[in-house]
């Protein structure tokens, strides 16, 4: 079965993304054109918006994820800005790493633009680990 969705969050700074992803364990593939996912559309659920069945599968960067079968794709919208889309049918094993709807990819892709763009400005940044697994992100003005 094909569930593929798109996260909403807009993908401006593939540095942010790499950052995701050494921090993770996973796998940047700059210019890899497409994305492992189940291969074909059933039409089970419906397309995200914006996407045709043409397109499912196809990417500008794609990410892999240690221990899934599908993979996370970057599909360029246009220029300079990007979307995560992915399969998130349980069987690819992408809802652990990436959560059902993409929230954890969302979670930690914020994390890294939010380092990236207070540094820039000249802040010191703090990662603060919590109980429940999230992290809280303290900027020091410099």
Not at 15 to 27: H, L, P, Q, T
């Amino acid at each position: 079965m094909s569930h593929i969705t798109k996260i909403e969050t807009v993908v401006t700074n593939l540095d942010a993304v790499k950052a995701m992803c050494a921090r993770m364990g996973w796998e940047f593939c700059e210019g890899q054109k497409t994305y492992k996912w189940y291969g074909r559309f059933v039409g089970d659920t419906k397309l995200p918006d914006g996407l045709k069945i043409s397109d499912l599968g196809k990417c500008s960067h794609a990410i892999k994820i240690p221990g899934a079968i599908y993979e996370v794709g970057l599909r360029e919208q246009e220029a300079g800005k990007y979307i995560f889309a992915f399969d998130y049918w349980g069987p690819g094993g992408l809802q652990a790493a990436v959560g059902q709807g993409g929230e954890k990819l969302r979670q930690l892709y914020s994390l890294e633009i939010s380092k990236i763009t207070a540094q820039k400005q000249g802040h010191m940044c703090q990662e603060l680990p919590q109980e429940n697994g999230d992290i809280k992100l303290k900027v020091m003005v410099g």
